[in-house]
């Protein structure tokens, strides 16, 4: 075996021309540990984030970005019980942020935050599912969403409301999901959305059309300024969960506990790896290979080189989906 690697390391912030392929050592591995060959990795933004240099303390450079892969075991460390040559996925456990991450050829993670599969799946539907399928189950984890009950995803052209839409579809779930642009009702319905509907003034007044009796639950991806509103739309003992802020508001500035509806429920999800067992991974996966579930990827992009691609179009907030790199 080599020495060395193909991989875009970083030791300071870039634009997108900045993304360029060098030559780093192999990493070993130790006690606990598990080196994975690299097939894929989604193109998430928190590495556009980190890319502008723009990250919270728990980033620094030199840095491998990429919080999420699937590939093979490569090598295991001692105390492992994996076997080289599986299928796994992996994501987070400071992935890409506070350790290297998968923009290479190998990469290095601890045993807990690999999840092994066995799918007939292409790499490019795989390498789209370790970080938006682990929000994804890990937030309807949190509202305990069941069939037939209804479920708002506000926010629902994120690759994570996309992905939370078809996983209540296929559960069984009513699911309304917004989006701020009217273009966007194929993507969101194809997915699975029973309504697809405009986030504007009218939204609360829509969503109560819908349920009249309130929403069993609702996923907040949009703001926590938000929260009032969508906390306003759900029954008695049903659930929020915030999860995400694509408008970069994280907080709401003089928040009352007593602005929280009586009787409903205000959770959040921030999610790990082990949020997402094997076993739903795999039904996750039986049920993308039957048609019942449907993945949304914009774009896929062949080897290091494409990654700038990909970057690029990220940032252009085009179609939604997600953007995934391929190296297999």
């Not at 690697?5 to 997108?16: E, F, H, K, S």
């Not at 819908?210 to 938000?226: Q, R, Y």
């Not at 700038?308 to 297999?328: C, E, N």
């Amino acid at each position: 075996m080599p020495d060395t690697m193909r991989a875009i390391r970083l030791t300071g912030p870039v634009d997108v021309d900045g993304l360029t392929i060098s030559e780093v050592p192999i990493p070993g591995v130790r006690p606990g540990q598990v080196r994975i060959r690299v097939t894929a990795f989604g193109i998430n933004e928190s590495e556009k984030t980190s890319r502008e240099g723009k990250s919270d303390a728990d980033f620094a450079f030199p840095r491998i970005l990429g919080i999420e892969a699937v590939g093979v075991i490569d090598a295991v460390g001692e105390g492992v019980d994996l076997e080289p040559g599986s299928k796994v996925a992996t994501m987070m456990g400071g992935l890409g942020r506070s350790i290297d991450g998968s923009y290479a050829e190998y990469t290095v993670v601890d045993a807990a935050n690999v999840i092994p599969f066995e799918t007939s799946l292409p790499w490019d539907i795989v390498g789209a599912l370790p970080e938006m399928m682990q929000t994804a189950h890990g937030a309807l984890t949190a509202v305990q969403l069941q069939p037939g009950q209804s479920i708002l995803i506000h926010g629902g052209t994120s690759t994570v409301g996309l992905t939370a839409t078809a996983i209540a579809h296929n559960l069984g779930a009513t699911v309304i999901a917004t989006t701020r642009n009217p273009a966007h009702f194929d993507v969101i319905t194809h997915a699975g959305a029973d309504h697809a509907i405009l986030d504007n003034a009218a939204l609360p007044d829509t969503v109560r059309g819908l349920a009249p009796a309130g929403l069993d639950a609702a996923l907040e991806f949009v703001s926590a300024a938000a929260l009032p509103a969508t906390l306003a739309l759900v029954r008695p003992a049903g659930t929020v969960c915030f999860v995400g802020a694509l408008t970069g508001q994280w907080t709401i500035p003089d928040f009352s506990p007593f602005s929280i509806p009586s009787g409903v429920r205000l959770t959040s999800y921030a999610g790990a790896a082990r949020d997402l067992p094997a076993a739903a991974f795999d039904s996750y996966l039986k049920a993308i290979e039957a048609g019942n579930l449907h993945v949304t990827i914009a774009g896929t992009y062949q080897g290091f080189d494409g990654v700038a691609a990909a970057h690029r179009a990220l940032a252009s907030g085009g179609r939604p989906g997600k953007h995934v790199v391929v190296l297999a």
